[in-house]
């Protein structure tokens, strides 16, 4: 009788332990320690439920898993969500469950938080493909081509193994989407800069920056969140025709604030500014008696201005050009022409040089001096010659105009 009754107890005893064990269903979240570790999967006993799970390697991480034992050993307590049964007897029963999926849930509740409160993440770049950029964030997550930088880029292999910052443009989880915005982060922090610039940037300072666009009218120089325009005429003290004869793209320049309008976003430089002025220590280069090469700029009916230095030109007169009598200067010179010239005279405040070709030359032995022409011949432009209607006709119309007040 006893015996019987414990075999009854027995009986009953095994039939409340199989009770007691929760059921396992597909989708729910448990708790399972590893029993074993095998090449390619880990073995777990799921808590709470008397069964054994199956976690293949490739569903413990998130990451690529070359070698199991690194992540997991045996005693380990791992949170896994049940993908499927395996068994169909639930005394012997199996389940296929999974680390990874758990781990990736909870990461795009994350990136959802992130997404909702606009807040900027960072990931590395696990791989460059057709059209943009993969990066890991606990999820895969896609850079489009268009959304890398705020700029035309031809190779994004450099991206590979970078860590960037991005904004998260869109998100869905059920469809495992996740695309992510690098260009975006850049041009806020552009514009972030670009208004402290404008509001600390004032007329007269003086600023490093570099070369970004060259276009026919000016150079675009980056000032280090924005772009300033040097005009072609305020880039060399000496003529260019356009910007490329003198700098290039990338070229690091000092560069003076012309002005500065914030409203619109316009900032006005100078390269010239910054540089030595073509007529500083002009005294000392062309002292008088001082023989330079020049070039002939302009000609005018009463002289030629010849280029000595870039920047600076002198004129000789038409009675300095030939011992022998000419009626224009262009009987004798042309523009471009190259001539060597004597400094007669310089005046560094009116920016003005008086030039002689003839005192460099031997003077013919049948030459007549030159007669000084009426003033009414000329006709003297306001231009900026720097030259009064006395340095053009010379001395010997000073002095008949001595002369003359004498006579009165």
């Not at 027995?10 to 039939?15: F, I, P």
């Not at 004869?245 to 430089?269: F, N, Y």
């Amino acid at each position: 009788m006893t015996e019987l009754n414990n075999q009854v107890d027995g009986t009953e005893s095994m039939a409340d332990a199989l009770e007691s064990f929760g059921e396992v269903k597909i989708g729910d979240v448990v708790r399972g320690e590893v029993l074993a570790v095998e090449d390619k999967q880990a073995i777990v006993g799921i808590e709470g439920a008397g069964v054994e799970g199956v976690v293949p390697a490739k569903e413990l991480s998130t990451l690529p898993v070359e070698d199991i034992n690194e992540i997991i050993k045996v005693g380990d307590v791992l949170d896994l969500v049940v993908i499927s049964s395996i068994g169909k007897d639930k005394e012997n029963g199996s389940y296929l469950l999974s680390k990874r999926r758990l781990d990736a849930k909870k990461v795009w509740e994350d990136i959802e938080k992130e997404f909702q409160a606009g807040n900027i993440i960072e990931a590395p770049v696990t791989d460059v493909v057709k059209g943009g950029l993969v990066v890991d964030v606990g999820v895969r997550g896609f850079v489009p081509a268009s959304m890398v930088e705020d700029h035309f880029v031809a190779d994004f292999s450099a991206y590979k193994g970078q860590t960037l910052a991005f904004k998260i443009v869109e998100i869905e989880p059920s469809e495992n989407r996740l695309i992510l915005s690098h260009k975006a982060v850049v041009e806020a922090e552009k514009a972030g800069k670009k208004q402290e610039l404008l509001s600390s940037i004032q007329e007269g300072d003086i600023i490093e920056g570099t070369v970004a666009r060259l276009t026919d009218f000016g150079a675009f120089v980056d000032l280090g969140g924005i772009d300033g325009l040097v005009h072609v005429s305020e880039i060399s003290h000496s003529h260019i025709a356009k910007p490329s004869d003198a700098l290039k793209v990338g070229d690091k320049v000092q560069v003076a604030v012309l002005g500065v309008d914030p409203d619109r976003e316009r900032i006005s430089l100078s390269i010239k500014d910054t540089l030595p002025g073509p007529w500083d220590n002009i005294e000392e280069a062309a002292a008088p008696g001082t023989v330079l090469d020049g070039t002939v700029k302009r000609l005018t009916s009463f002289g030629a201005f010849v280029e000595v230095f870039p920047g600076v030109e002198g004129l000789v007169h038409i009675s300095q050009i030939s011992h022998k009598h000419i009626a224009t200067p262009h009987e004798v010179l042309h523009e471009g022409d190259e001539v060597k010239v004597k400094v007669l005279e310089v005046n560094p405040q009116d920016h003005r040089i008086a030039l002689s070709i003839k005192a460099l030359e031997e003077k013919p032995a049948d030459a007549k001096e030159d007669e000084v022409e009426e003033a009414d011949d000329y006709v003297m432009p306001e231009e900026s010659t720097g030259f009064s209607m006395g340095d053009i006709l010379g001395a010997a119309l000073k002095n008949d105009s001595d002369a003359a007040d004498e006579e009165q």
